[in-house]
């Protein structure tokens, strides 16, 4: 596992921590590696475009 540092706006840490307290994750990184499984999950057809496109290069 790789670690990356990012930089959040206060608002956004206290929500992560609001979380946190309310048991929702374990921790703020647990919540950040679950919102980024969700964003590539989103994104999905758009990373399977771009594999498509470098792959016929």
Do not use: C, P, W
């Not at 706006?9 to 992560?16: C, G, N, V």
């Not at 703020?28 to 475009?49: G, H, M, N, P, W």
């Amino acid at each position: 596992m790789r670690k990356v540092s990012v930089r959040l706006t206060d608002q956004h840490f206290e929500i992560l921590e609001a979380l946190v307290m309310a048991g929702e994750y374990a921790s703020t990184s647990e919540a950040i590696r679950d919102a980024i499984r969700r964003l590539i999950a989103d994104k999905i057809e758009v990373l399977e475009k771009v594999q498509m496109r470098n792959s016929f290069r």
